[in-house]
């Protein structure tokens, strides 16, 4: 068993379900999952539920009413193609970290097409990427303060530690400011690309070191362009002038936005960008619902409520 599997099955046994899960099996489990739930979110009135599937046994009732808004809202995030069909198939929203308009439109085409494929509405698929915003009075003041913040987010110890992880060694003694190591990594160990995306080692170093060459990066500012996430940068105006052109360019339903501060990041957001988008309709002025079901245009599981376009 590689390392990487010793780790699957500890976190396998820490949640009770004996072990290592194959990878193959893990959207099984989740569709399975959420199959499940779905007959308790809807079993108030239905007597006891009895499911012997391949993932789960189980025996139960629905002691409580139905919530308000039917079902919980479920976020899926997950960009293979499995991960892209189990949302289609049970979401009714996925977060993604596609930041171009190029790459944003192809993502938001293809996981429509795939909800639509399963007979679902694919306007109750919202797609929702992760971006952060950073705003200045100038064009210039807005990239100067982006800068510092990936900065201070990726400090020194930070990128040594994150390049460990594919290096598969010690790599302490290496100036962060200074080029990649001239040590070749440690085959045998896991390698993660961005923390998430599982690879040969042989592989990721080889693109890193093009990428860092072709650039002239440091160990510290790779890190930092490995890890930087798609931000809109700018004065208000041509922030929210971005956010709506994703909207409109069918790149995205809406946005999360992550702060790069806590808790004040999104303060600067809210007071000069968001009243930019409300004048121009973009962006609600006030909530016509009282769930976060209904807040996202998404309709109950019994289709009570038409789906609309998130403003």
């Known amino acids: 068993m590689e390392h990487g599997d010793e780790l699957d099955a500890f976190t396998g046994e820490n949640f009770r379900r004996g072990g290592y899960l194959a990878h193959a099996d893990r959207y099984r489990r989740a569709d399975e999952f959420v199959t499940v739930a779905r007959r308790f979110w809807d079993g108030w009135s239905s007597g006891e539920i009895v499911h012997h599937g391949a993932q789960f046994d189980v025996r139960g009732a629905a002691p409580l009413p139905p919530a308000p808004q039917g079902h919980p809202v479920l976020l899926q995030a997950g960009d293979s193609g499995e991960g892209r069909?189990?949302?289609?198939?049970?979401?009714?929203?996925?977060?993604?970290?596609?930041?171009?308009?190029?790459?944003?439109?192809?993502?938001?085409?293809?996981?429509?097409?795939?909800?639509?494929?399963?007979?679902?509405?694919?306007?109750?698929l919202k797609v929702f990427p992760g971006a952060a915003a950073v705003v200045g009075d100038t064009t210039a003041e807005a990239q100067e303060k982006a800068r510092d913040i990936r900065r201070r987010q990726v400090s020194p110890q930070t990128a040594l530690n994150f390049l460990e992880q594919v290096w598969g060694r010690e790599l302490q003694s290496f100036d962060p400011d200074g080029p990649l190591p001239d040590v070749e990594p440690v085959f045998d160990a896991p390698a993660v690309q961005g923390r998430v995306l599982h690879a040969d080692p042989r592989e990721i170093v080889a693109t890193y070191r093009e990428r860092a060459e072709a650039g002239g990066l440091s160990i510290r500012e790779l890190v930092i362009e490995l890890n930087t996430r798609p931000q809109f940068v700018g004065?208000?105006?041509?922030?929210?002038?971005?956010?709506?052109?994703?909207?409109?360019?069918?790149?995205?339903?809406?946005?999360?936005?992550?702060?790069?501060?806590?808790?004040?990041?999104?303060?600067?957001?809210?007071?000069?960008?968001?009243?930019?988008?409300?004048?121009?309709?973009?962006?609600?002025?006030?909530?016509?619902?009282?769930?976060?079901?209904?807040?996202?245009?998404?309709?109950?599981?019994?289709?009570?409520?038409?789906?609309?376009?998130?403003?």
Do not use: C, M, W
């Open 85 to 124: 069909d189990f949302a289609a198939a049970q979401a009714d929203a996925i977060f993604t970290r596609h930041g171009s308009l190029e790459s944003g439109r192809a993502f938001y085409a293809d996981v429509k097409r795939r909800a639509a494929d399963r007979g679902r509405n694919p306007d109750h």
């Open 235 to 311: 004065t208000p105006q041509a922030v929210a002038d971005e956010i709506d052109t994703f909207v409109q360019a069918d790149a995205a339903d809406g946005f999360i936005l992550v702060p790069h501060l806590t808790p004040t990041g999104l303060d600067e957001f809210i007071d000069r960008v968001v009243p930019l988008l409300q004048e121009r309709g973009a962006f609600r002025a006030e909530y016509e619902g009282a769930t976060l079901r209904e807040h996202l245009a998404l309709p109950r599981p019994d289709g009570a409520a038409p789906a609309r376009r998130v403003g």
